[in-house]
Each structure stands twice: as C-alpha cells, then as structure tokens.
C-alpha cells in the first residue's frame, strides 16, 4: 500500500474525529523507517522478499501495543490514535503477497491473505490497485474538505 | 514477484499511471498542510532522508 497509509486514516478520522489526527497519521506512517537498507542497498536480493522492509519489529502489531502503554501515560487520546494509525498500516500491508508478522513475537511467520502484489512497480500498474487507492484517494479528499 | 525495471522505458510505457500517483500524491500533501500547518514537518520529517536518497538513486537509474 502506498497512499492507503495516509487515505485510511484519514477516512477513520472522518468516522471518528475524537482520535487525534496528527498520531494517527505518525502510528500510520512509522513503520515505513524500516524501508531505509531496501532503499540504500546496491543491488536486488537474491529474494525480494526476505529484504529488510516490512521484516522488523516496526511492522508488527507488537511494536505499536507496547508503545502504547507509556503514550496513554501521556495522553490517552494521543496513544489510541497512534496505535491505531499503527495497527492500520500493518493490517494493509499483510494484504500484499509478502504478508506481514502479525503474531510477533510469538511467531516469526508473514500472515495475511496476500492478495496484493508486493513489488513495487507492478504495484503501481496494477489497474484493480489503481481503482483501490484512487477510490480511497476520493473519500480521503472528501474528509480533509468538509471536516 | 520482483521485477527487474530498466527505468527509463517503464517509465514511457506507465507516464498516466506515474502522472495519476504524482497527481494524487500532491493533492493530499496540499490538503494535508491546510489541515496540519506546521505540524506537518513531524509527519514528514524523519522522511526527507529517504526522499533524497530515492531521487538521487532515481537520477543515477535515468542517468545510466
């Protein structure tokens, strides 16, 4: 997913405009600090799928449980909004075909229904994925006009 | 499955599908500092690094 880590939150926040929009945006994005060595690297893995993104504990529900707990200290609302912007960015992302550790640390394997492609440029020219994120591109819009 | 990309010709091939996502990302970015104002520099941040290293690895790629 790519603007679906921005469009969703934003379309929760449509739903739900107590959570705190600037947490849901950072828990929804936070993650995606782990793209850095796939970005830097020299030359493509032998096996995309085993680089580094998506492959840390920034990618797992974990990650965004145990933070909670010393943000709620802070500000309940605040920390609700970032696990939940956490939690939506994992969860989109174990739809691709490379799934993600959504069981971390109990189990070390990528769940998810892997439906979506995970490369990059067969991503972005894929027509059904176009529809998708142009559809939640919309709505998005929509919440960021009228609230 | 991971493709291997010569850039330039995916590029020429894919221009409305690289115009559309350039489009839509820009048009959120604007909404998004109308909404946030300054806040915006926390969300986006810790993600001008990356940003740089993309574009640049991107020039290399065009360069070649």
């Known amino acids: 997913m790519i603007l679906a880590h921005i469009t969703v939150p934003l379309i929760l926040y449509g739903f739900f405009p107590q959570l705190h929009l600037l947490s849901l945006l950072l828990g929804a994005n936070i993650s995606s600090l782990d793209a850095l060595p796939t970005l830097i690297r020299k030359k493509t893995p032998k096996n995309p799928l085993a680089e580094t993104h998506a492959a840390t504990v920034l990618h797992t529900l974990f990650f965004f449980i145990v933070l909670f707990i010393p943000i709620y200290v802070f500000n309940p609302i605040v920390a609700l909004s970032f696990m939940i912007g956490g939690f939506t960015h994992v969860l989109l992302d174990c739809l691709d075909e490379k799934g993600r550790m959504l069981l971390y640390p109990l189990s070390k394997k990528f769940y998810g229904p892997k439906i979506l492609t995970y490369d990059f440029w067969t991503y972005v020219t894929d027509k059904r994925i176009f529809i998708l994120e142009s559809s939640l591109f919309v709505a998005a819009c929509i919440v960021l006009l009228i609230r | ?64």
């Open chain 2, 1 to 64: 499955m991971p493709v291997k990309v010569d850039l330039r010709k995916w590029g020429g091939k894919n221009f409305p599908y690289i115009v559309a996502w350039i489009g839509m990302g820009i048009t959120l970015f604007i909404l998004l500092v109308l909404k946030l104002r300054l806040d915006i520099l926390i969300l986006i941040g810790p993600f001008i690094p990356y940003l740089i290293i993309s574009l640049v690895r991107i020039r290399q790629e065009l360069k070649r």
